[in-house]
């Protein structure tokens, strides 16, 4: 998060018309960046695919932060709606993103600011989207505008290694920052204590029920910390 917040920051300050953020494992295709700009959005992504072509693009049509029920707040993904590229329309409308192919126009930093530096690997893009949707702004995915993803998502085991401190923290900082109502906002106590009852009957359940305090911890006190500064 802290790498992309200063990049923004840097190419902002620049005077960059359009910043466009990836990882280190996707390379986009030689006419990506084109397709983006000749549509012009003033936030947009390039829908990602495997190298053999299928898709594989995993930002939320839906990002559900009202219903309190609702288990995994991405509840339809532009992978889980259409099986083929092809089958998509040329443009679709997002509610999240992430940071691997995102593209953004300076007039939404203008107004939106950088991305959150203080989150870590999980959810600073979530977090992003977020603010831009709320300041007005609408997210597209550009069928045609192909980045192709090197790597596998594999985060099964995540939650058992320092990664899911991280994964539960960002998550509960969402829930706590944008539920859209107080159940929604009350979700991080509920899971936490769900994911104890069922985590303490064995000896890694009970190491997963530390991380899990400490996550919920540590997001409460998360906006307490200093906002994010200027870097250089």
């Known amino acids: 998060a802290g790498g992309f917040a200063l990049g923004v920051q840097l190419a902002h300050e620049a005077g960059w018309e359009w910043i466009w953020l990836m990882d280190d494992d996707v390379v986009p295709e030689p006419e990506c960046a084109q397709r983006l700009i000749e ?3 003033p936030a947009m992504i390039a829908v990602r695919t495997r190298p053999n072509g299928d898709l594989v693009e995993r930002s939320a049509i839906k990002f559900d932060l009202r219903n309190p029920f ?15 590229r092809s089958q998509m329309p040329p443009v679709l409308e997002v ?3 992430a940071f691997e192919g995102f593209m953004v126009h300076r007039s939404v930093v203008d107004v939106v ?3 959150d530096a203080r989150y870590f690997i999980f959810y600073d893009d979530v977090d992003y989207a977020l603010r831009i949707r709320r300041a007005g702004y609408r997210i597209f995915a550009v069928r045609d505008a192909v980045m192709v993803r090197q790597l596998e998502f594999v985060q099964q085991h995540a939650l058992d290694s320092w990664k899911g401190f991280y994964m539960f923290r960002n998550l509960f900082v969402v829930y706590f920052r944008y539920g859209e109502n107080a159940l929604v906002r009350l979700k991080p106590y ?3 204590s769900a994911l104890m009852l069922i985590g303490l ?8 029920c530390s991380m899990l305090l400490s996550a919920l911890k540590s997001a409460r006190l998360f906006d307490r910390q200093p906002p994010p500064g200027v870097f250089l």
């Open 39 to 41: 549509r012009g959005d």
């Open 113 to 115: 600011g950088y991305p």
């Open 70 to 84: 609702v288990v995994h707040s991405k509840t339809r993904s532009v992978e889980q709606a259409f099986r083929v």
């Open 201 to 208: 009957a064995t000896r890694k359940g009970r190491a997963r």
């Open 190 to 192: 509920l899971l936490t």
């Open 95 to 97: 509610e999240n993103v």
